[in-house]
């Protein structure tokens, strides 16, 4: 695959559903400050359409975000997969070039930009909810920090992945006490937990609707709160990195200004960062 010399480079995210992603916004932001006539849009692509997808990509194509229920199915797609993403074993960032097809994950990097927008740095404890992808993300980001963890699952016996670097224990078991909870529960899902009288820092990945129950009732004790939105959008920077200059550890030029415009797309409203 080639992207060529010239033309208006295409990007987009992929994944089913898409139609509520807020990643047009955030990227288009990031390109217009950048300079870049850049186009991005949502693409529609179920479980097992990725490569079909790719194959008919022109080479005016830069680069692809991707979300349930392609993460796992980027790295059979893939000519070559970073560190990060082959000790996930999910991609969310696929940068296409001459070079192939190279598969990254930013989500670390989203937990890790969210939870430092609230001031988090190393931390003791902390405590992951759910059982899903981006549970695997939040517990790679707990090990980052330094953090002893908990995972609470639904079904711990499902959860041997997340088993090997953290205790799993039924959800109602889990401790919410600790210095840091990065709840992965999807919206709507019965979330039997009991808010600390004293809590730390919760990040609740959930964006749409906002805000959750765990989170009403955690900043009404005192608690610190970042949600879906704040780590979307630290994902989101490491990926435009990832398609600008082929490496989302590669700094953009001028990048707070970046991040601000991404933000300010993000609606501030809806970026809960204290």
């Given at each position: 695959?080639?992207?060529?010399?010239?033309?208006?480079?295409?990007?987009?995210?992929?994944?089913?559903?898409?139609?509520?992603?807020?990643?047009?916004?955030?990227?288009?932001?990031?390109?217009?400050?950048?300079?870049?006539?850049?186009?991005?849009?949502?693409?529609?692509?179920?479980?097992?359409?990725?490569?079909?997808?790719?194959?008919?990509?022109?080479?005016?194509?830069?680069?692809?975000?991707?979300?349930?229920?392609?993460?796992?199915?980027?790295?059979?797609?893939?000519?070559?997969?970073?560190?990060?993403?082959?000790?996930?074993?999910?991609?969310?960032?696929?940068?296409?070039?001459?070079?192939?097809?190279?598969?990254?994950?930013?989500?670390?990097?989203?937990?890790?930009?969210?939870?430092?927008?609230?001031?988090?740095?190393?931390?003791?404890s902390a405590t992951?909810?759910g059982g899903g992808?981006?549970?695997?993300?939040?517990?790679?980001?707990?090990?980052?920090?330094?953090?002893?963890?908990?995972?609470?699952?639904?079904?711990?016996?499902?959860?041997?992945?997340?088993?090997?670097?953290?205790?799993?224990?039924?959800?109602?078991?889990?401790?919410?006490?600790?210095?840091?909870?990065?709840?992965?529960?999807?919206?709507?899902?019965?979330?039997?937990?009991?808010?600390?009288?004293?809590?730390?820092?919760?990040?609740?990945?959930?964006?749409?609707?906002?805000?959750?129950?765990?989170?009403?009732?955690?900043?009404?004790?005192?608690?610190?709160?970042?949600?879906?939105?704040?780590?979307?959008?630290?994902?989101?920077?490491?990926?435009?990195?990832?398609?600008?200059?082929?490496?989302?550890?590669?700094?953009?030029?001028?990048?707070?200004?970046?991040?601000?415009?991404?933000?300010?797309?993000?609606?501030?409203?809806?970026?809960?960062?204290?």
């Open positions: 695959m080639t992207t060529g010399a010239g033309g208006r480079r295409r990007l987009a995210v992929l994944g089913s559903p898409i139609a509520h992603s807020r990643s047009p916004q955030l990227h288009t932001a990031a390109y217009r400050v950048l300079g870049l006539d850049w186009e991005y849009e949502r693409i529609e692509v179920r479980e097992g359409g990725l490569a079909d997808l790719i194959g008919g990509l022109g080479p005016q194509w830069r680069g692809l975000s991707l979300t349930m229920p392609l993460k796992r199915e980027a790295l059979r797609v893939a000519d070559a997969v970073d560190a990060r993403a082959a000790e996930l074993a999910q991609a969310n960032t696929l940068v296409l070039s001459d070079a192939g097809v190279r598969a990254f994950s930013t989500d670390v990097d989203g937990v890790l930009g969210a939870l430092a927008s609230l001031g988090v740095g190393p931390v003791r992951v909810l992808a981006t549970a695997e993300s939040a517990v790679a980001a707990r090990r980052t920090l330094g953090a002893e963890g908990t995972v609470g699952v639904r079904t711990p016996a499902r959860a041997a992945r997340l088993g090997a670097s953290a205790r799993v224990l039924p959800l109602a078991e889990a401790p919410m006490d600790a210095a840091v909870v990065v709840s992965t529960v999807p919206a709507g899902a019965e979330l039997p937990v009991r808010v600390p009288d004293r809590p730390g820092v919760l990040l609740d990945v959930v964006y749409d609707p906002w805000p959750t129950p765990l989170a009403t009732a955690w900043r009404a004790r005192g608690g610190r709160v970042a949600n879906g939105l704040e780590m979307l959008l630290h994902q989101a920077l490491g990926q435009v990195r990832a398609f600008v200059g082929g490496d989302p550890g590669i700094p953009l030029p001028d990048e707070d200004a970046v991040l601000r415009a991404m933000r300010d797309a993000a609606g501030w409203g809806a970026v809960e960062g204290s």
